[in-house]
């Protein structure tokens, strides 16, 4: 079964600082797509950005870009710049079929 | 663009009492998701519809839950009766055909006392 694993509970940065948190997932699949996901306290998940598998180039959106790492089942998100408004839940998702699979989450604190 | 649409945003019951949830998606995405998340965990999927069909319902505790899709737009999710163990936030997205990136609302938080 496929799996998502976020092994940082929670991690804080510095406001203008750069911060990465970490994912590996499981899969045996060769094409799918992988997500990054905000929750702030509202509670209103926002697509952070997305990588498609078969894509070697790293995706990024303005501050936020990944480090996907095929071979080694990895999906790391770089924030950088921080901002007090990047504070929030962070999740990584796995689309399997149609089915998002979520990891526990990353809660990130931005200290002013 | 109208983003998912959820009511209510909160929801007291009381257990064994029934309760509904209503969800309206993006204008035009053809698959809806409902998802449960609980407190400090990330969501996971009840059930998906691809138009007016459940494609996906493995999840969904079918003995006191339920959902509808009628006419492949509006969706709503029941649970009867409700438990104390019930008491999480009921997420909805909807995206195209084709798995692509989900949108979500802003979900429906339920306490169950």
């Known amino acids: 079964a496929q799996t998502v694993t976020q092994s940082q509970p929670e991690m804080s940065v510095q406001e203008a600082e750069t911060v990465t948190l970490s994912c590996t997932y499981d899969t045996s699949e060769s094409d799918y797509y992988l997500f990054w996901y905000k929750q702030p306290p509202s509670r209103q998940m926002i697509l952070v950005i997305r990588q498609e598998a078969y894509k070697q180039q790293n995706a990024t959106e303005n501050r936020f870009s990944v480090n996907f790492q095929k071979a080694a089942k990895s999906f790391s998100l770089k924030i950088s710049d921080s901002q007090l408004g990047d504070a929030a839940m962070y999740f990584c998702a796995f689309n399997q079929g149609g089915k998002l699979i979520f990891g526990q989450g990353t809660e990130l604190s931005v200290k002013p | 663009e109208a983003g998912v649409v959820q009511s209510p945003r909160y929801k007291i019951i009381e257990k064994k009492q029934p309760v509904a949830f209503w969800c309206n998606p993006i204008?035009?995405?053809?698959?809806l998701y409902w998802y449960l998340q609980n407190l400090g965990q990330g969501p996971e999927l009840l059930i998906r519809y691809e138009n007016e069909e459940a494609v996906d319902d493995s999840q969904l505790p079918k003995d006191r839950f339920s959902a509808e899709r009628l006419k492949g737009v509006d969706s709503t999710l029941k649970i009867q009766p409700a438990e104390l163990g019930d008491s999480a936030v009921y997420l909805c997205a909807s995206s195209t055909t084709g798995f692509h990136e989900q949108y979500f609302g802003p979900g429906t938080r339920l306490t169950v006392t």
């Open positions: 204008s035009g995405h053809n698959t």
